[in-house]
């Protein structure tokens, strides 16, 4: 049960964060909660802030293939690409086994694995690398510099990304965004956020020639010290990519829920 409930907790951090998050890129964003679905969709080119989850708990077979393709015709509906979120642990046993084949039966094709995380553990001590100066995105060109780490680290065109992020006040005003500097150049990113009583990591990349150094470690723990620093809370979550995901352990997370991403099949 106690594992259950993380999961619950991770994607309800998921609409939580998603629906400020997509709000702020655009008003009139879709953002609706349906029954059994979140729809959280800026229909931006930042994918990213593109998103449907699945929210019911021990969702069945049969739903779960109802729900898949009623996401998959939301998806259909958009003039952007984004993503179909599930989290195994919501699903029961015989919806797990079959999840992958009722995605493709639906339209949707499996894209990569993430993994739900949170933990209680702070405050931290306050972070420092020997490489690295952290500075605090107040500004437009921070924020561009944000996006375009992100956008190299996944692998999406620069002007996806800065159309996710770039003008945003929100990220410039109550997002604990930070940019880690090397010899003055931007090369990592984290951020963190308040939400229902926790706070949120949220995009955290390196550039892709500075990995493996510590950078995308010091730079999160940093947004976690300030972030925990501003707002006084103890708990954290977050969902890691499969190369974030050892990370964050270190740091004191604990993995819940395994996470899949599908898009449409092109």
């Known amino acids: 049960m106690k594992e259950l409930t993380a999961s619950v907790e991770s994607m309800e951090q998921l609409a939580d964060v998603w ?22 969709w800026a229909d931006c080119r930042f994918a990213f802030w593109n998103c449907v989850t699945l929210t019911e708990v021990g969702t069945r077979a049969g739903v779960l293939a109802q729900r898949l393709r009623q996401a998959a015709d ?13 989290f195994d642990d919501l699903l029961d046993a015989d919806a797990r086994a079959v999840l ?5 039966e639906a339209g949707l094709a499996y894209a990569f694995p ?20 952290f500075v605090r995105v107040t500004t437009d ?93 103890t708990r954290a979550t977050l969902h890691a990519t499969a190369a974030g995901a050892p990370v964050y352990p270190r740091i004191g997370f604990v993995p819940n829920s395994p996470v899949r991403f599908y898009a449409l099949k092109s």
């Not at 629906?19 to 959280?40: E, F, K």
């Not at 410039?172 to 939400?195: F, I, N, Q, S, W």
């Not at 723990?221 to 972030?227: C, I, M, P, Q, S």
């Open 141 to 233: 060109e921070q924020l561009r510099a944000y996006a375009d780490i992100n956008s190299r680290a996944y692998g999406f065109p620069v002007e996806d990304g800065r159309d996710g992020l770039v003008g945003s006040a929100l990220w410039k005003r109550e997002v604990h965004a930070y940019l880690g500097l090397r010899d003055g150049t931007p090369v990592t990113c984290a951020a963190t956020v308040e939400a229902t009583g926790r706070l949120f990591v949220v995009l955290v990349a390196t550039d892709p020639g500075h990995e493996r150094r510590g950078y995308g470690e010091a730079v999160t723990r940093k947004a976690l010290y300030e972030g925990a620093r501003a707002t006084g809370l």
């Open 100 to 104: 992958d084949a009722t995605a493709e």
């Open 74 to 86: 939301i998806m259909r509906s958009k003039t952007q690409p984004g993503f179909l979120w599930v």
């Open 19 to 40: 629906r400020a998050m997509v709000l702020d890129r655009d008003p009139a964003a879709d953002v609706r909660d349906l029954p059994g679905i979140a729809v959280r």
């Open 114 to 133: 993430g993994t739900g995380m949170a933990g209680d553990f702070l405050p931290l001590p306050e972070p420092s690398h020997p490489d690295l100066t």
